[in-house]
Each structure stands twice: as C-alpha cells, then as structure tokens.
C-alpha cells in the first residue's frame, strides 16, 4: 500500500547521495562558520553552497504538490524524502528550499495569493532568493484557540492599519527573511470563525518593529523565534490573501501538510538518534562489558525501532489519506501523527543521551539540540492537548453524534 513510485524512488535515491556526499560533511563547516562569526543570526556560506549544488541536483521545492512549481510529488512520495532530510534538520530542509515555515507559505501564496502576490513574494520564495514568516501566536491570549488573537486590521479609506503583538514568529531574524503573513481581525461584530483575516506584509514596513529572539531551551536558533509589534503599520487593501473574513480558513488549509512534513522530519531525527545510541552503546566499555550487552539498553533500542515504525506508519497512513480523500478528511490522522511522532522522537533522543552519558547533554553531540527543538513540536502548530480533543470529540461522537453538541 505505500509502495513508493519510480519517481520517488529516484528522488530518494538522489538525496541520500547528496546527504552523503554534500550535507553531513557540511555539518562540521556549518558549525565552524556559526561559531567564527560569533552571531546567532548569521547566514553561513555554506548553506548558500548546499543550495547552489541541490538546485543543479534537482533536489529543490520537493515538497510543493503543484507541479509547476516543484516536482510535484504526492504526500506520500514526500514522506521518506522529508524524513531523510531530518537526519540534518539544520541544513538539508533549508537546502533544498523544505524548510518552515516557507513551505506553508508558499502553500498559501499558491492557493490563496493575487498574481502580485505570487510574483513579487511567491516567485523570489520558490528561487530560494528570501525567506518568509508566519504571524498568528500573541503573547496576550491563549492562542493555541486561533480565535482568541486580537492583532487589529482596521480599513481606513484603501488601506488597512495594523496594531498588535505577536510572538513565536519563526524565521523572523533570518537574515533573507523579508515578508510576514499576518493573521489579524478585520472585523470584532462577525460571527466568530469570520472575524480574522490574513494579510502578506513586508518586514520592512514602517511600524513594524521586530523586538527580540526568544530562545529555546537557552538555544537562539538560527532563523529566530521573534516577538514582532505592529504600531500603526498601514498596508495596502491588495494585502490581503483571499477574503475579509477568511482568515481562519486559511489558517486550517495552511497547518496540514505543514504539521506532516515536520512530523516525517520528527522520525529522520528518530533514526538518526538511534543510529547514534547504538554506535556509542556498542563502542563504549563499562565493567567489563560493551555497554550494548546490557539488557536494559538492548530494550531500549528494541522499543525505540517499535515506536519509530509505529509512528512511521501512522504518518505514512495520514500522508495516503491526505493524497486520496482530503487534507479535511484526514484530520483526525493529521492531529494523530502531530502527537504521536514527536513523542516517539523524543523517547528515542532521551534514550540516546542517557546512553551518552554527560556527553549526550553537550554540544559535542546534536542530541541536546535535537531535544530541545524536539520538544518545541508539542507546542508549535498546536498543543498536543488540543490535537488530543479533536481526536477524543471524533471518538465520542463515532458512538453518539451529538456528543458535546450545543442544545
Ligand atoms: C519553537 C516554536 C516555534 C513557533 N513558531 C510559530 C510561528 O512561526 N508562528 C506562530 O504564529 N506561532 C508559532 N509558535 C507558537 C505555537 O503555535 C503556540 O505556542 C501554540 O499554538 C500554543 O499557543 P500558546 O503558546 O498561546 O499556548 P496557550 O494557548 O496559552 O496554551 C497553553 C497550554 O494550555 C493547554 N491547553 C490549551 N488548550 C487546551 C485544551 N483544549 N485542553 C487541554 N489543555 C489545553 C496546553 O497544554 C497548552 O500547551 C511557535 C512555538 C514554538 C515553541
């Protein structure tokens, strides 16, 4: 049933090659470069060079589903690909133009942009010239409940004014990043799930001021986890994507690829992890004996392949789902597989350290980052807990339909 196609074999075949051959001896340059310059922020050369020689390789925009625009792969031809990309999150995804949050975007300029859109954002996106934020989260609400945001979108003669404070805007200190869309209420008196509306807005606008990077875990990452405020940022009415109003919508259509491909990423770092316990399990001596022989580190491995396969599965199945009846129709399996395949990678990455020893909570290892960042996927693009009840509400009302429903 998820037997891959001839093309996605021959994609798969090609970017283990360039993983091999390009990406995992860039790791240790990337880590030179990044420590040279002393700035959290910097963009190393050596990136620029992976995505030169993944260009000339083919190996670009393989996770857009349109194919004029990319190879145009299926859900579940991407699956492996994004997974192996995984092994190196820092470097493959942005490498061949997968990374986050400008996936999504691009998702959303293709579905939902004007052709001014598409050609002065989309089109420079797609060459991987500038790179682009998402800005829904706000400090001052729970906004895992998208409903709740209050960033202000008021119409003033052809224009809107915009005034709020957002939070968690990823890719926001990239050095190439030069739009933010935006999720905002245009309209408070609207029933609730037409109150938002989305609008593309360049970074540089005045009014926009982006405040500072939060850290994870104490790690800056690179692209930048921004607090942004908006003072009175006036942007055009051919701002905004689709229709007033139809920001929610938007939001729904925007988070499922986004939420698969970081849960297929989520297992690539999994594998590599358990890669990694063994190698050090097998390699390291304690009382005699390799530390592999102990039973209780042999059950740790035997249980990390279990739930990496289990949780593999589960994804692919939500990929199949989503290429035959809908993005809308797999939700259930899309909310199943974000809880599930962060879990596991997690499982597996504290294993991994704890054979480690001190070691596997340095930075002489990627596990610690790995980790943190890891963690961060319970969180991002919604709490497990909520993914949780909309799987418990399908649950309930499979046995009785009007389960929770309003009188
Ligand atoms: C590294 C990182 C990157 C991110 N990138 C982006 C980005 O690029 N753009 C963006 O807009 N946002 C981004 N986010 C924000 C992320 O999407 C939000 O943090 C998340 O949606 C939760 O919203 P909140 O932080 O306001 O938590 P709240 O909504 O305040 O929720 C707090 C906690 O309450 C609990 N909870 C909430 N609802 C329920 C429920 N129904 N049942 C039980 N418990 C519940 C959960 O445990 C939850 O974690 C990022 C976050 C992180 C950590």
Redesign the pocket.
């Known amino acids: 049933m998820f037997e891959l196609s001839e093309k996605a074999l021959r994609y798969r075949d090609d970017l283990l090659a360039f993983m091999d051959e390009q990406v995992y001896p860039a790791e240790a340059v990337y880590e030179a470069q990044m420590a040279e310059s002393g700035d959290p922020h910097f963009q190393p050369p050596i990136v620029e060079e992976l995505k030169t020689e993944a260009k000339k390789r083919g190996l670009w925009n393989l996770f857009h589903p349109h194919p004029q625009w990319g190879p145009g792969l299926t859900n579940l031809e991407y699956a492996p690909l994004a997974e192996i990309m995984g092994r190196s999150a820092h470097l493959a995804p942005e490498a061949t133009n997968c990374s986050?949050?400008d996936t999504g975007n691009m998702e959303v300029l293709t579905l939902f942009g004007t052709p001014e859109h598409q050609q002065q954002w989309l089109r420079p996106l797609l060459d991987g010239e500038i790179r682009s934020?998402?800005?829904?989260?706000?400090p001052a609400?729970?906004?895992?409940?998208a409903t709740?945001i209050q960033l202000r979108m008021d119409r003033d003669g052809d224009d809107y004014v915009l005034n709020g404070r957002?939070?968690?805007?990823?890719?926001a200190l990239h050095r190439n990043c030069k739009v933010l869309i935006v999720?905002g209420k245009t309209d408070t008196t609207a029933p609730t799930h037409r109150q938002q509306s989305m609008m593309v807005v360049p970074i540089d606008t005045p009014g926009v001021t982006v405040q500072r990077g939060?850290p994870?875990f104490g790690y800056q990452?690179r692209e930048g986890?921004a607090e942004v405020t908006f003072e009175n940022v006036r942007v055009p009415k051919t701002a905004l994507l689709a229709g007033e109003g139809d920001g929610f919508m938007i939001s729904q259509a925007r988070l499922g690829p986004g939420r698969i491909h970081h849960c297929m990423r989520s297992i690539g770092m999994a594998e590599r992890a358990l890669d990694l316990m063994i190698d050090r399990a097998q390699s390291r001596t304690t009382f005699g004996e390799p530390v592999a022989n102990r039973a209780n580190i042999q059950d740790w491995i035997a249980e990390s392949r279990i739930e990496i396969d289990m949780a593999r599965l589960l994804t692919l199945k939500a990929a199949y789902l989503m290429d035959t009846v809908g993005n809308k129709a797999a939700r259930t399996e899309i909310a199943a597989i974000k809880v599930a395949a962060p879990n596991v990678a997690l499982k597996v990455v504290d294993r991994a350290i704890q054979v480690h020893g001190g070691g596997g909570v340095s930075d002489d290892f990627p596990l610690a980052s790995m980790y943190a960042h890891l963690r961060?996927l319970r969180?991002?693009?919604?709490?497990?807990?909520?993914h949780?009840?909309s799987i418990a509400q399908w649950e309930l009302r499979r046995r009785d339909p009007n389960w929770g429903k309003k009188a």
């Open positions: 986050a949050p934020a998402f800005a829904m989260t706000e609400v729970a906004s895992s409940d709740n957002k939070w968690w805007t990823s890719n999720m939060l994870v990452d986890h961060t969180l991002a693009d919604g709490p497990d807990e909520v949780k009840r």
